[in-house]
């Protein structure tokens, strides 16, 4: 009980922090005229956000940092608050967010304005930091390589590890990256699946993971408070990109990273869905699957708004993240 009071309470100091300096960070990215560009064939809707600040993954990286550091310094003082278990997640979600933020000036002022770093750029350079991760994964602290649902005891994946780790790392850090497309989405999904994780950290005894999982769903809440519709600011990839790699290393780290399809069926759904529709193009020289991908575009398309689309939408990440908790312990 006394793991999950301080859990909740890093979730609400980190909260009142991003919110606090919400406001002045609006103020310099407005200065700055850091703001979004929409791409013309996306739904008409979305017109209106043209020039709405971006970037704005840099209010939960604040607070998320600022309160890991202190608390793993007060270590030192003998104050047993947070471990060195936490500075890999913190470190890969920095990394991932530079790299989107590089993805994002580029986008905004850089000579591919309007597009971004290039595909293969970007993945490279996931592709690289995603193997450095799962190397200190395996060979540093030593994390559980795999828990099957309703079985007992770790299951050793050998050198298969090292590739399997990479891929749901650059995998997560896409998904949410593709579900940040509508006011609040990507936000509401990835606090319902930390909350999740942090859930499960706290139930296998990791209280170091489960209170930075809870540090970074009150930053999220914070974002929140100037994302939801109609947005004052965007995410980015900035934030999205580390979002997305930093779940998936708290997955890798609990070792029920089998269950984050079903933790983050959204984010999933949203990056299969381009995936299909790619294929699908291809295939039939010019024919669409979906009206449009993401998968939350499509549903746009379909008549519902943006504010269905993104409350249905949470509605089955809910039900998905308790479903998958419940997976974890039977």
Not at 75 to 91: A, E, K, Y
Not at 184 to 190: C, E, Q
Not at 196 to 214: D, E
């Amino acid at each position: 009980m006394k793991d999950t009071s301080l859990a909740l309470a890093l979730s609400g100091l980190s909260f009142m922090l991003a919110v606090i300096w919400g406001s002045p960070l609006l103020r310099v990215l407005r200065h700055f005229k850091i703001g979004k560009l929409i791409r013309l064939e996306g739904p008409n809707s979305h017109i209106t956000k043209m020039g709405t600040p971006t970037m704005g993954g840099i209010m939960i990286l604040a607070p998320v940092t600022l309160l890991t550091v202190l608390l793993n310094a007060a270590s030192l003082l003998g104050l047993n608050v947070l471990g060195r278990s936490v500075l890999l997640p913190l470190l890969v979600m920095l990394a991932f967010a530079i790299l989107g933020a590089l993805d994002d000036w580029e986008g905004i002022r850089g000579p591919r304005r309007g597009l971004g770093m290039r595909a293969r750029t970007k993945f490279l350079f996931q592709v690289l930091l995603a193997v450095a991760a799962a190397f200190v994964l395996r060979y540093i602290l030593d994390a559980p390589e795999l828990y099957w649902p309703g079985s007992e005891g770790e299951i050793r994946l050998g050198i298969w590890y090292i590739p399997i780790a990479a891929f749901v790392i650059v995998a997560g850090s896409n998904a949410v990256n593709f579900t940040d497309g509508l006011d609040g989405l990507a936000g509401l999904i990835a606090a319902t699946c930390f909350v999740a994780y942090g859930s499960i950290a706290i139930i296998q005894g990791q209280v170091f993971l489960a209170r930075f999982c809870f540090t970074i769903v009150g930053a999220l809440f914070g974002f929140l408070w100037f994302n939801v519709h109609p947005a004052q600011l965007f995410m980015g990839d900035m934030g999205s990109l580390a979002l997305g790699a930093t779940l998936s290393v708290v997955s890798l780290m609990t070792g029920q990273w089998l269950l984050l399809p079903l933790i983050a069926i959204i984010p999933m759904s949203e990056v299969i869905s381009v995936i299909i529709q790619v294929g699908y193009f291809k295939l039939t020289h010019g024919k669409r699957f979906f009206k449009m991908a993401p998968l939350h575009h499509h549903f746009e398309l379909l008549g519902w708004s943006e504010t269905q689309v993104v409350q249905r939408f949470w509605l089955v990440s809910l039900l998905a993240a308790m479903l998958g908790v419940a997976l974890a312990f039977v």
